[in-house]
């Protein structure tokens, strides 16, 4: 994130370096100082218009006796940096209002079980969501974020749709858990719709089909691009998710921009829903609860 809002304060001191030739050394003072102010303002309004976290026009559900999983990491820390990391909040936030509003009951889980750490930068001014302002004044979501449930405490088969959320930390455990990956089969084979933004497709990577083979094999499904982290200058982790999804066999999606931060697409391949990366959250839950209430009126998907 860093990386790409210097992109934009170096094009602004370039056009400043430029009124410096044309107008002078006090023209460019001047010219610094609104700049730097209408900079602090609006720069939210211009990563949006360069599409992060796109609004996505969805529609109402309801299904009030549906239940989501929704599954986050416990990593907090960004290898030996020292950085704090954990959840990109709106990719749990927006997938859980938009569950929510279907009156579904939601709840978080984790690994571990416990606090569900949410990275800093995920929430800073310039990129926090409506959702994850919501969320950080919803005393439910935040005690339910605190105290996510410990994995292996739940059945999985209760749940009609499972939600890996993202974030660097989901790198570090989500891929790593062969009981996430149990737990994950076993809601799959039993109907449940599978869902995943950014890194949270890690989470797939145990996880089997109905004839045994890893689920991922020869299905269409999308992750963060390697390219996307390589421009963010963050390849400590241990796991990318392009790079894995291949691995297993999936044939990676994904859409390109001048930078991936600004990209976005999620794939449906059967019940599994995957979205590239922070952009696509609403729109992974929609597509998420239209296979659900397919499902509820008996439709095959």
């Known amino acids: 994130m860093r990386e790409v809002i210097g992109s934009l304060i170096l094009l602004g001191l370039c056009i400043v370096g430029g009124m410096f030739f044309a107008a002078g050394l006090t023209g460019a003072i001047i010219a610094l100082v609104v700049y730097g102010v209408l900079f602090y303002l609006l720069l939210p309004k211009i990563l949006y218009l360069f599409g992060v976290h ?20 416990n990593h907090d820390t ?49 990129i926090a969501t409506p959702g994850d302002k919501r969320f950080l004044k919803d005393q439910t979501a935040m005690n339910k974020i605190k105290n996510s449930l410990k994995i292996d405490d739940l059945d999985f088969k209760e749940y009609d749709a499972v939600f890996m959320a993202g974030g660097w930390g989901a790198s570090y455990d989500l891929g790593y858990s062969e009981l996430l990956g149990e737990k994950t089969t076993e809601a799959y084979l039993n109907g449940a719709v599978l869902g995943s933004v950014c890194h949270g497709a890690l989470g797939f990577l145990h996880v089997k089909d109905e004839n045994g083979n890893p689920i991922l094999k020869g299905r269409n499904a999308t992750g963060v691009t390697d390219k996307q982290i390589k421009e963010l200058g963050i390849d400590i982790t241990p796991m990318h998710p392009e790079t894995e999804l291949r691995k297993a066999g999936a044939k990676f999606n994904s859409n ?46």
Request: aromatic share 8%.
């Open 54 to 73: 796109p609004h996505y026009h969805g529609r109402e559900f309801n299904l009030p006796t549906k239940k989501a999983l929704i599954i986050g990491t």
């Open 256 to 301: 390109t921009a001048f930078n991936d931060f600004f990209a976005d697409i999620t794939v449906v391949d059967g019940r599994l829903v995957t979205g590239q990366n922070q952009n696509s959250g609403a729109e992974t839950a929609q597509k998420m609860m239209i296979l659900v209430e397919k499902i509820e009126e008996g439709q095959q998907v």
């Open 78 to 126: 960004l290898g030996d940096t020292g950085q704090k990391t954990g959840v990109a909040l709106s990719e749990l936030s927006v997938p859980y209002y938009q569950f929510l509003a279907a009156g579904m009951e939601v709840d978080l889980g984790s690994v571990n079980g416990g606090n569900i750490p949410i990275d800093p930068q995920s929430v800073s001014r310039f």
